[in-house]
């Protein structure tokens, strides 16, 4: 799905250009700015690029050529079941999670856009291609930005769209320790608006 307007344009990453661009740009925010990531970023040519990034979809936001946002969806049917059940501590979750289920990560939206809708607006268009895939249900761990110091906004965030708190601190492999938030659209659904809601974000 491609989302235009007059500040941005939100599209799936699926050219190399764009893919390169979203690895320099995790490079410069996780492994550069919090020194994270770093045994498995590429040092010589400043990229971080993981192999979820190979079996899961990114989303990116750009304003001319500058990549302002970005997020990623991995579905569970993809992943290793234990990485989904043991990383996110989801055991108890009721329901058909590992068919319908996805893990929300790398969430980032440039400081100068924050104020803005910028971040609804690049969820709405993962969630709604998503729903294609026949996802809907969503979790996502904020270690990132508890170590950046936005977490409570962050997690603002995601709770006027719809997302709970599922685990109040866990330890995500590789993230350190963090909340786990799910959005179960199913039992959300009536009337459920991405659009309605706007607040402030940062990085997971």
């Known amino acids: 799905m491609l ?16 893919a390169d ?14 020194g994270q990531w770093t045994d498995i970023a590429d040092h010589e040519k400043k990229i971080l690029w993981e192999d979820f990034d190979k079996i899961g979809d990114n989303y990116i936001a750009t304003n001319e050529d500058e990549v302002i946002g970005s997020i990623r969806i991995n ?8 990485i989904c059940l043991k990383g996110y501590d989801i055991l108890e979750y009721c329901g058909d999670f590992c068919d319908r289920g996805s893990v929300v990560t790398r969430a980032y939206i440039d400081p100068g856009w924050r104020c803005s ?3 609804i607006n690049i969820v709405s268009t993962m969630v709604q291609d998503a729903l294609v895939d026949k996802l809907d249900l969503f979790f996502i761990h904020t270690a990132g930005a508890r170590i950046s110091g936005t977490e409570e906004d962050y997690i603002r965030m995601y709770q ?12 995500v492999p590789g ?17 459920y608006n991405i659009q309605s809601s706007v607040g402030i974000i940062g990085t997971s």
Do not use: H
Request: aromatic content about 12%.
């Open 160 to 171: 006027a769209m719809g997302f709970e708190i599922f685990r109040q601190t866990t330890v």
């Open 117 to 119: 809708t910028l971040f």
């Open 75 to 82: 579905n569970f049917r993809s992943m290793v079941p234990t």
């Open 21 to 34: 661009a979203l690895a320099r740009l995790r490079y410069e925010i996780w492994v550069a700015g919090r």
């Open 175 to 191: 993230g350190g320790a963090g909340s786990v938030l799910v959005f179960d659209l199913r039992r959300q659904q009536s009337g």
């Open 3 to 18: 989302q235009r307007n007059e500040n941005w344009t939100i599209r799936k990453v699926c050219t190399d250009k764009d």
